[in-house]
């Protein structure tokens, strides 16, 4: 069965300091390792799809990379407006379905 | 362009009663997906279409739940003799086609409470 666990549960950063979310995961067959932005209220809005080891992408203060075990999620410089929870997801080769995990809820302090 | 529509946004009901759910996916999108969220946890994975049918229905928790998509767009998830253990955050979620890293993009949910 597909496991997808991220740490922290929360995390607090001053505007400005950097950090990692990560993201750890076990899956028969990754077809794709997914990073969501959800905001109080509404639904997960698609940020990143990962596709196998060593692959990087980034977006603005953002940038995701994966391995054979996890994905981090680095935020560099975060500003209030980077506040949100952050969602990992898997896909695997056997279905069609996302794996989520619980989320990271990230707050930037002014 | 418009994105995944839900609509109720909110919907009260009292246990034992029938709800329905309803699902605008973007335009062209042939994949269509539904999720439960429950407080503090993230998205679970309830039932998803391919067009008309349902390929896979493995996530729905019994058979009082059931969901359609006749014209191979809007859907609609049903409830029946709804119990308090299913009030959550129903979500709804489309993409262009099925396969490898395709990503599905959600609409708001509905938030069912069962009084």
């Known amino acids: 069965e597909d496991q997808v666990t991220q740490s922290p549960e929360a995390l607090r950063l001053q505007e400005g300091e950097s950090s990692s979310l990560n993201c750890s995961y076990t899956v028969s067959g990754l077809r794709g390792l997914f990073w969501y932005r959800q905001d109080p209220g509404k639904g997960p809005e698609f940020l990143f799809t990962?596709?196998?080891a060593g692959e990087e992408k980034e977006k603005e203060r953002l940038k995701a990379t994966l391995t054979k075990k996890e994905s981090f999620l680095h935020i560099t410089a975060p500003k209030p407006e980077d506040s949100a929870t952050y969602l990992c997801?898997?896909?695997?080769?056997?279905?069609?379905?996302?794996?989520f995990g619980t989320g990271t809820r990230l707050t930037i302090i002014p | 362009g418009a994105g995944v529509s839900q609509t109720p946004s909110n919907k009260v009901t009292e246990k034992g009663k029938y709800v329905e759910l309803r699902c605008d996916p973007i335009s062209g999108h042939t994949a269509l997906y539904w999720y439960r969220q429950s407080l503090g946890q993230g998205p679970e994975f309830l039932i998803y279409f391919q067009g008309t049918g349902a390929a896979d229905d493995s996530g729905l928790p019994n058979d009082r739940f059931f969901a359609v998509r006749p014209e191979g767009s809007v859907s609609t998830l049903k409830i029946q003799r709804t119990e308090r253990g299913d009030s959550a955050v129903y979500l709804c979620?489309?993409?262009?086609?099925?396969?490898?890293?395709?990503?599905?993009?959600f609409g708001d949910g509905t938030r069912l409470s069962i009084l």
């Open positions: 990962l596709y196998s």
């Open positions: 979620a489309s993409s262009l086609t099925s396969g490898p890293g395709q990503p599905q993009h």
């Open positions: 997801a898997v896909h695997n080769s056997g279905n069609e379905k996302l794996t």
